[in-house]
């Protein structure tokens, strides 16, 4: 059963899974669809979210975001653990997969629509639906699979150019791909802009046969978590507003900086730290 208030046109479309992540201080909500659409919220859109989830799953973080909720037994649980070699990741339970037909009619030519995999949950063929839309990718819940022991683990993406080539841009972290650079100049060449985040490194941007590399601030890292979604969402977005993949990066590689120094959802940014990156800084 989909869980649909009535709502309202939105101007960013989020679809993938809300999450319960699993933490040492207990669980949270996250998810690329909680940090995604709560920056686009920060950015002062209108914002909605496609996805799955059991209904004891509280949105309360998510207020002022509009929720198309199917009502699943599950929520897509993960539980993160850093190591000094990286994190290591397990995948307990995940929620059914989303379709066209859950996205309601009135979100249907919403001008930015961000898909957000985080447990292989997105129809593919969503990439075909939004003709008249702005389409980010971030495609990390493609990228990854899961062993007997529910470890999460890089997998192979056969679908990659189908997919790439019908996004406006894409956003993926090394991690996603293993640091296999002979991968990430497959998909370069499959998408119009690609960006690949290279964590406390910065970020590049492959565009038109050019790549540039974006270095962020220096910041005490508290929390990494969510950073490439803050990312993602400010990058679609200023692309959207600039058409210019040069100030698109410098602007999300500042928000995703600023991310890093909180924990959990508090790393969205603020309006005022919003206000505060646009101003270009060279």
């Known amino acids: 059963m989909l869980n649909m208030p009535p709502v309202e046109p939105v101007d960013y479309l989020v679809i993938g899974h809300l999450t319960k992540d699993m933490a040492p201080e207990g669980a949270h909500i996250g998810g690329t669809a909680a940090y995604a659409s709560l920056t686009a919220r920060a950015l002062g859109l209108r914002v909605g979210v496609v996805t799955a989830c059991a209904s004891d799953v509280s949105t309360v973080p998510l207020d002022g975001v509009q929720i198309a909720a199917l009502s699943s037994d599950v929520t897509t649980t993960?539980?993160?653990?850093?190591?000094?070699?990286?994190?290591?990741?397990?995948?307990?339970?995940?929620?059914?997969?989303?379709?066209?037909?859950?996205?309601?009619?009135?979100?249907?030519?919403?001008?930015?629509?961000?898909l957000g995999p985080v447990a292989r949950e997105v129809d593919l063929n969503l990439v075909r639906s939004f003709p008249d839309s702005f389409l980010g990718l971030t495609p990390q819940g493609w990228l990854r699979d899961w062993d007997a022991q529910r470890k999460v683990i890089s997998s192979e993406w056969p679908e990659a150019r189908y997919v790439l080539e019908k996004a406006n841009a894409a956003v993926i972290s090394i991690e996603d791909v293993d640091y296999d650079e002979d991968r990430i100049d497959e998909m370069a060449y499959s998408c119009h802009i690609l960006v690949v985040t290279e964590a406390a490194a910065g970020a590049r941007v492959y565009w038109n046969g050019d790549i540039r590399r974006f270095r962020p601030p220096i910041v005490e890292e508290i929390d990494p978590v969510g950073a490439?979604?803050?990312?993602?969402?400010?990058?679609?977005?200023?692309?959207?507003?600039?058409?210019?993949?040069?100030?698109?990066a410098r602007f999300a590689t500042q928000l995703a900086a600023i991310s890093v120094t909180r924990r959990g959802l508090e790393g969205v940014p603020t309006q005022e730290e919003v206000q505060a990156s646009m101003i270009e800084v060279f």
Not at 95 to 106: F, G, H, T
Not at 230 to 242: D, E, G, I, M, P
Request: proline letters at 9%.
């Open 78 to 114: 993960f539980e993160n653990v850093y190591t000094p070699k990286g994190r290591i990741q397990h995948l307990y339970s995940v929620a059914p997969s989303l379709d066209y037909y859950l996205v309601p009619e009135l979100w249907r030519n919403t001008p930015i629509v961000h």
């Open 228 to 248: 490439g979604d803050v990312f993602a969402a400010a990058f679609f977005y200023r692309l959207h507003s600039t058409r210019d993949p040069w100030e698109a």
